[in-house]
């Protein structure tokens, strides 16, 4: 079955530091990714979506999409304690019109004060 | 506020006791959606609708079933509850074209099943 692959962590990192969070998938055909953030005992809120390879940057995120190579990554520059959550990668299995995602068991990151 | 709205946010059950879990939005949002959140599993879809009446299975659709009658309402029916079935449960809804930026997530709803 085809999967999205995430290390599960934790990933600790210094407050102030870049955190780099990675994704692989085994579905060519997807076209769009996303990251999800969840703090625990909470639902996941969207951070970053992408469909073309290349950077996207918001602010402190930036997405990062490689087709060739199937990975999808996040980093997040000046990391924060209140960063601190689960990253959910997804990436939709409908063809680009975004109601069929699949999920990642997501990565635990930790940032240190 | 824009929100998906489900109810009740925790269950206790017993087996075999039938309970509807009910979701509503007031995006106006064609998609929408049902996942289980287990640990280990991740987050695994139940059920997508794509608008009203039209409703398909997801990766784990055994034991459960949905009805989107109204576009804004999306509930899940567990017919037969089993042990097997606590999870915490997860509505989602979107909107199709180019603002299309993937669902955005209920509360979520904790069932146990005993």
């Known amino acids: 079955q085809k999967e999205v692959e995430q290390n599960s962590g934790p990933l600790s990192v210094p407050e102030g530091a870049i955190a780099s969070l990675n994704c692989t998938y085994s579905?060519?055909?997807?076209?769009?990714f996303f990251w999800y953030r969840q703090y625990s005992g909470k639902s996941p809120e969207l951070i970053m979506f992408?469909?073309?390879?290349g950077d996207k940057e918001d602010g402190r995120f930036t997405a990062q999409l490689n087709k060739a190579s199937q990975y999808v990554s996040l980093l997040i520059r000046d990391s924060q304690p209140s960063d601190s959550a689960t990253y959910l990668c997804a990436e939709d299995r409908s063809g680009g019109s975004n109601y069929k995602l699949t999920f990642g068991k997501g990565t635990l990151l930790t940032v240190n004060p | 506020e824009a929100q998906v709205t489900q109810n009740p946010r925790y269950l206790i059950t017993v087996t075999g006791k039938k309970l509807t879990v009910t979701c509503s939005q007031n995006m106006n949002h064609e998609y929408m959606s049902w996942y289980r959140q287990d640990p280990g599993l991740g987050l695994r879809q139940i059920y997508y609708s794509m608008n009203v009446e039209v409703t398909d299975k997801g990766d784990v659709p055994e034991g459960y079933k949905v009805s989107r009658k109204e576009k804004r309402n999306f509930p899940l029916i567990l017919e037969s509850p089993s042990p097997n079935q606590t999870s915490l449960y997860f509505c989602a809804s979107s909107s199709p074209g180019p603002t299309n930026y993937g669902y955005t997530f209920g509360s979520g709803t904790r069932l146990t099943v005993v």
């Open positions: 992408i469909y073309s390879n």
């Open positions: 579905d060519r055909g997807s076209q769009s």
